[in-house]
T-cell receptor
Framework: TQLLEQSPQFLSIQEGENLTVYCNSSSVFSSLQWYRQEPGEGPVLLVT?????EVKKLKRLTFQFGDARKDSSLHITAAQPGDTGLYLCAPSSNTGKLIFGQGTTLQVKP | NAGVTQTPKFQVLKTGQSMTLQCAQDMNHNSMYWYRQDPGMGLRLIYYSASEGTTDKGEVPNGYNVSRLNKREFSLRLESAAPSQTSVYFCASSSQPGGNTEAFFGQGTRLTVV
């Protein structure tokens, strides 16, 4: 059974600050997805990282896949209130299951 | 574009009652999933169906049953509801199983068991 940990669990920051959240595991993955869930909604896919060491940028969001493909990070530059939400990571699986980490709840205050 | 549709959106049950949560997708996806989400928590997988005709247990299957009725529909049944099953339930679908393609989620069903 893979162990997937996201940290921190909660983060409350002021608008304009930078932050990084992490997704770590003891297992190697062929790819990993990041989702964001806004209050009252279902999660929506932000990005999929596939190659070890890969860096993908989505406007102010930068996603990195670890060289060993066991971990990933999400960095947000100059956070805005619209970034508020629950950030979830989900690694690929050859069992058919889609398992999510516990998530990082981000609150960005104006 | 409807995507993934869940019904009902809200439900209150008494302990011991049964109910079925419905989920339908119109994207011709092979795989479908049921999750529960408790306050301040991520999503926990209850059951999934990697393809039409198959279902399998997820992380927290106890107290639930599922039916993959056809390629479009995947229902979740609570035979005898318990207060511990108070949660928000999400259905999702993807073209391929296991996080290899994008998963699309419904709006959720907010269930309270009293």
């Amino acid at each position: 059974t893979q162990l997937l940990e996201q940290s921190p669990q909660f983060l409350s920051i002021q608008e304009g600050e930078n932050l990084t959240v992490y997704c770590n595991s003891s297992s190697v993955f062929s790819s990993l997805q990041w989702y964001r869930q806004e209050p009252g909604e279902g999660p929506v896919l932000l990005v999929t990282v596939v190659t070890g060491g890969e860096v993908k940028k989505l406007k102010r969001l930068t996603f990195q896949f670890g060289d060993a493909r066991k971990d990933s990070s999400l960095h947000i530059t100059a956070a805005q209130p619209g970034d508020t939400g629950l950030y979830l990571c989900a690694p690929s699986s050859n069992t058919g299951k889609l398992i999510f980490g516990q998530g990082t709840t981000l609150q960005v205050k104006p | 574009n409807a995507g993934v549709t869940q019904t009902p959106k809200f439900q209150v049950l008494k302990t011991g009652q049964s109910m079925t949560l419905q989920c339908a997708q119109d994207m011709n996806h092979n795989s479908m999933y049921w999750y529960r989400q408790d306050p301040g928590m991520g999503l926990r997988l209850i059951y999934y169906s990697a393809s039409e005709g198959t279902t399998d247990k997820g992380e927290v299957p106890n107290g639930y049953n599922v039916s993959r009725l056809n390629k479009r529909e995947f229902s979740l049944r609570l035979e005898s509801a318990a207060p511990s099953q108070t949660s928000v339930y999400f259905c999702a679908s993807s073209s391929q199983p296991g996080g290899n393609t994008e998963a699309f989620f419904g709006q959720g069903t907010r269930l309270t068991v009293v």
